[in-house]
């Protein structure tokens, strides 16, 4: 593949990705590929109804963008693995990062990174949006939390690294996430524009797991939203700025590979700029692909934006001309790859091995005496969307989940139980040996914490947090605590064989509490 075998329209096509609303390719779509040679996609789970539906989507997009755009597709997800997995549920769904740090065994993330990217390349799928590199620092961060491996830069890059050498030696691009570092915020850059302060030298905790990766090979890194004063003195976030992303990552670190832009539809910078706008800005900053999620007519919008500014010479030809020939090297790379039949995706070996995962990341943190007893009391709230970017099990209940497995009584509380509610429950817990209680954000959400805390002044509690273990400090300490990392029905399945002693808490928490 040459650059200069394309027209200029496709070659600036090559570097957008855009998503469509449903399972099938929308008319909106196709006339943006043929008409503005856009040649990348993004899936989500509104795309996916099933493994089957998924290899024939992706084999569709990949004729039209090859007829239409003279090249293959970059066709991409967000597949992390636990809460940010946008496959169905026909596929198999790894831990969070989080989760896999908790197995205390690296060997264990690598082999979460092959199962994915077995899957996601017989499925279709050639760049992953995983993992995050981020080291989550902040116990209050709204948006990464157990998608980073840990809260140092020790425990991130320990596991991200063979992580991410799964993905990539089983022929999917691993994309780095976000640069450089989304790990100390306290805002969602999804919903607003975040601040992250200090100089380069203060912020080596959160760079270093980029460093290694880049060390390491790691073919794509996606940038931040977020505004770093201390290495970049214009108020623009880091996926607009050159100091960041030309300066720091490409010639201070040496990263020769891809940068993809996070969604440029995002709030933290759609509230700033126009699409036309942050296009252009990002590829001036140094940005090769420019990731625009939802809206195809931005999409399109930006290609005229992105010609004009080349036309006019706001934009470097010759940079650009390096960009686009790099966008389809790494195409050529991908094409080449082996690709693993059908028949791997959700396999009963790939779900054996996910089983174990699961199970060998549960993680005992406060070890007090517990009793199960023979009428235990199941309790918690229904799985929510707890941030912007979760694919939440939304029909999941833990707790009618586990008392099928139990055969026994079950509450669904509110996510923020009140005072009433908490006393109705209180009252129903009186005719039961134990509670066992699952947490969801209780660290956002205090008030279940405080109905733990108020169960155990009269019965054996035990509690298992459903996302951030961060849940799990606001527990009285006669409460017996466990780590599950999801809410997800496999860490159902493996807590009730914990309840029921058949197997033991293996896992080591990645964070300080």
């Not at 969604?263 to 990002?282: N, P, R, W």
């Not at 509610?421 to 969801?440: F, N, P």
């Not at 954000?441 to 509690?463: G, I, T």
């Not at 860490?491 to 002693?501: H, M, P, S, T, Y």
């Amino acid at each position: 593949m040459k650059g200069a075998k394309l027209s200029l329209q496709q070659m600036i096509g090559q570097h957008v990705v855009c998503g469509f609303p449903s399972i099938e390719m929308d008319r909106a779509f196709i006339d943006a590929v043929k008409t503005h040679k856009i040649a990348n996609v993004i899936l989500f789970s509104r795309n996916i109804a099933n493994k089957t539906q998924l290899v024939t989507l992706c084999t569709d997009i990949q004729d039209l963008v090859q007829n239409a755009c003279a090249t293959p597709a970059f066709i991409t997800i967000d597949q992390e693995g636990g809460m940010v997995s946008r496959l169905s549920s026909d596929c198999t769904i790894t831990p969070s990062a989080m989760a896999l740090a908790g197995t205390d065994d690296v060997q264990l993330a690598r082999q979460a990174g092959i199962i994915t990217a077995e899957e996601l390349r017989a499925l279709g799928v050639n760049v992953d949006f995983a993992p995050s590199l981020d080291v989550n620092s902040n116990p209050h961060n709204p948006v990464i939390g157990v998608r980073s491996f840990g809260d140092t830069a020790r425990t991130v890059e320990r596991f991200a690294l063979p992580f991410l050498e799964g993905i990539q030696e089983c022929g999917v691009m691993a994309v780095g996430k976000h640069f450089p570092g989304h790990g100390d915020t306290h805002l969602d850059s999804h919903l607003a524009l975040p601040t992250v302060i200090g100089d380069l030298a203060a912020l080596q905790e959160h760079l270093a797991p980029f460093k290694a990766a880049i060390v390491d090979g790691i073919q794509g890194i996606m940038t931040s939203h977020i505004l770093f004063p201390g290495l970049e003195s214009e108020r623009v976030p880091a996926t607009l700025s050159r100091s960041i992303i030309t300066g720091l990552l490409k010639q201070e670190f040496g990263f020769k590979g891809l940068v993809f832009s996070d969604c440029l539809e995002m709030d933290a910078v759609a509230k700033q700029y126009t699409t036309e706008i942050s296009s252009v800005k990002a590829l001036q900053a140094g940005v090769d692909v420019l990731c625009i999620s939802h809206h195809v007519e931005l999409g399109c919008q930006a290609v005229k934006a992105i010609e004009d500014a080349l036309l006019q010479g706001r934009l470097d030809r010759k940079e650009f001309e390096a960009s686009t020939n790099k966008i389809l090297a790494a195409k050529q790379m991908l094409s080449e790859q082996p690709v693993f039949p059908l028949s791997v995706v959700g396999s009963d070996e790939h779900a054996r091995i996910n089983a174990d995962l699961y199970e060998r990341s549960l993680t005992l943190v406060n070890d007090v005496p517990f009793h199960l007893g023979f009428r235990p009391l199941f309790i918690g709230p229904r799985c929510f969307a707890a941030t912007t970017v979760s694919s939440s099990e939304y029909e999941l209940v833990f707790s009618r989940e586990m008392a099928h497995l139990f055969d026994a009584d079950w509450v669904e509380c509110s996510e923020n139980p009140d005072a009433g509610e908490i006393a109705r429950i209180l009252e129903t817990a009186q005719a039961h040996s134990s509670v066992v209680m699952g947490t969801y954000n209780a660290h956002q959400y205090p008030a279940q914490a405080a109905l733990a805390n108020a169960l155990a002044d009269s019965a054996d509690v035990c509690v298992i947090a459903l996302r951030d273990p961060y849940d799990l400090s606001l527990l009285d300490r006669r409460i017996r605590s466990f780590a599950g990392y999801a809410y997800k029905s496999q860490v159902c399945r493996a807590f009730a064989r914990l309840l029921k002693e058949e197997i033991r808490a293996q896992g080591r928490l990645p964070v300080t509490l």
